[in-house]
C-alpha cells in the first residue's frame, strides 16, 4: 500500500484545518525483520544546541516535580532535569549547585583538621557542623600537608584525647600515596586501584592541600557513570527556569555558575516580555544554552531561533494540570504543534532541538512525540509520584499512598510565588487560574518509572525500525485513527483483573 510521508500527512491535515494530539495517531510499523534490537537502538538526543542528553526526557520545571534530588536522578538515568524557579534566587542556585556537586569526582576544598587537634575536638566539630562523613585531611601549623585522618582512626585509639597527629595516617609512612593538583580522574583511578586506596590526597606546589579524591565517587565515576548525562567536568546536567520577571537578569547570573543551560519559562513564549528577556540574556551570557516556551506553532518557533533562542519548548494547554484551554479558549493540540515548530525550523535551523512538554498519558506518547519531530519529551506528572519529586508521600486510609502535584497556574501556585504569577501574568488585582491542584499514586523510585518510558521508546522504535533517534525524528510516518480505532488500541471487553 502506497503510504502518504508524514509531510503528506500534515499538510492534508492542515488544509482541512484539523490539528491532532496523541491519541489520534499511531506510528505504521515498517518491515525488515532484521530491524535493530530495543537495547542497541541509539536514543542519545540535544535538550539545547549544546546540550545533550543521553536519554531524551526532561522533567518539568514545577514546584512539585523538579528540585535536587530529581534533577541528580534525572541526569544519572541520562536525561536532565528543570529546575523550577518559584524559589527565591540563592534557594534555587543552591538547589543546582547540589545536582552539579552531586558526583563530584574531585573534592576541590577538602575539610582539613590540624594534627594537634585531638580526635575528641574533631568529632564535636563534625556534631556541630552536621558533617556526614569523616575524611580529613590533615595539616600542621604552617598549613603543610601532613596525612589523612578517615572514620577507622577513630575505631581503634583507647581513648579520643590522643591527637589527630597520632591518629591519622602520616605521610611518612610507607606506601603513602598523594598525588600533584591537576592529577586527572583516570589518572586517580589508576593509583587508587592499583595500590587499593580509599584516599588520594592532592598537593599544591607548597606543600599544602589542594584537594581530595575518595575511592568510592572516583570508582563511580569511572565505572558506573557510563549512563549519567554529565558536562565535560563529569559533573550532572542540570538546567533552571527563570521567568521575565524583574529579577531575571540576575537569577540567571547566579544560575550560570552551575546551571547548563537556562529555560525561559513563560505560558507564552511568544511575547513582549519574553523576547525582551532572550535578548538580554543573550547580551550578557552569549554563552549560555537558552531554552525558550511554550509556544505551539512554527511562526512563534522560528522567530524564537532568530532571536537567539538555543532550544524550543513545545505546548500550550495539553498538560495533565492544565486549564488554559478551557479557561482561554487557545490551544493546539500537542502532536500538530510538535509537527509544526520542527517543520518551521528545519531548513534555516535544524540545530535547534525542539522539546515537547506535556499531554504525557501512555508510554507509547513518547515515541509519537519524537517521531513526529521532538528531540526530547518533558513530563510532570508521570514523574510527580516519584520518591525523587519534591513533596511528602500521602497515605489515604485504605492505605494507598500518594503525592500532591499541582499546576504552576493554579490558584494555590498563583498564590504562593512570584514566579507562577509571572509565567500566568497574574500579577493584576484577580488573576484566572490556569492549572488545578491534583493527587497522583506513589510510584516509588523514578529509576523504575523512567526505565519504563525508556523501554517503551526502545520498543516503539523497534516496531518502525528507527535505529537512532535522529532516524525516528525523520522518517516516522503517522495515521490518524478513528474513536473506533482508540478503543480498540486499549484493553477493551475484558474484565481486567491487574494492570
Ligand atoms: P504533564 O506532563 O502533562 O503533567 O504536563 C506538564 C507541563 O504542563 C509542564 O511542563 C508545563 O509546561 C505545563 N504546566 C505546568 N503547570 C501548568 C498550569 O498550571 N497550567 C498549564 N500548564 C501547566
Sequence with gaps: MATATREQFFQTMEEQGIALTYDDVRMRTRSGSSGPLPEVINIRSKFSENVELKVPLVSAAMDTVTESNMAIEMAKLGGIGVIHAALSINEQFTEVRRVKKASHSVIDEPISVRDSDTLESVKKMC???????????????????????????????????????????????????????????????????????????????????????????????????????????????????????????????????????????????????????LKAIKEKFPDLDVVVGNISDGASALELAEAGANGIKVGQGGGSICSTRPETGIGMPQVTAVYDCMNALREKYPHI????????????????????????????????????????????KDGTRYKTYRGMGSASALRDNEASRER????????????????????????NVLGLCVLALRKGMRYVKSPDLEYHRNHTKFFRITGSGLRESHPHDVEIIKQ
Design 424 to 447: 500566568y501574568s497574574a500579577n493584576g488585582g484577580i488573576f484566572l487560574p490556569e492549572g488545578v491542584e491534583a493527587y497522583v499514586p506513589y510510584e516509588g523510585d523514578l529509576k
Design 353 to 396: 532541538p525542539v522539546c515537547a512538554d506535556g499531554g504525557i498519558k501512555d508510554h507509547g506518547d513518547i515515541p509519537i512525540a519524537i517521531g513526529v519531530g521532538a528531540h526530547s519529551v518533558m513530563m510532570g506528572r508521570v514523574l510527580a509520584g516519584t520518591k525523587e519529586a519534591p513533596g511528602d508521600v500521602l497515605v489515604r
Design 127 to 277: 556534631a556541630e557542623k552536621r558533617f556526614n562523613f569523616s575524611t580529613f585531611t590533615v595539616i600542621d601549623a604552617d598549613g603543610k600537608f601532613k596525612g589523612v585522618l578517615t572514620g577507622k582512626d577513630f575505631e581503634y585509639p583507647e581513648s579520643l584525647t590522643v591527637s589527630v597527629g597520632e591518629a591519622m595516617t602520616s605521610v611518612e609512612e610507607d606506601n603513602f600515596s598523594s598525588a600533584p593538583v591537576g592529577t586527572t580522574l583516570e589518572e586517580a583511578y589508576a593509583v587508587m586501584q592499583k595500590g587499593k586506596i580509599n584516599t588520594l590526597p592532592l598537593i599544591n606546589e607548597d606543600g599544602g592541600v589542594g584537594g581530595l579524591y575518595l575511592w568510592s565517587d572516583v570508582k563511580r565515576n569511572v565505572r558506573d557513570a557510563e549512563a549519567y548525562n554529565v558536562d565535560h567536568n563529569r559533573q550532572l546536567r542540570v538546567a533552571a527556569a527563570v521567568s521575565t520577571g524583574e529579577d531575571a537578569l540576575e537569577r540567571v547570573e547566579a544560575l550560570s555558575r552551575y546551571a547548563d543551560v537556562i529555560v525561559l519559562d513563560t505560558a507564552d513564549g511568544d511575547s513582549y516580555y519574553v523576547f525582551k528577556t
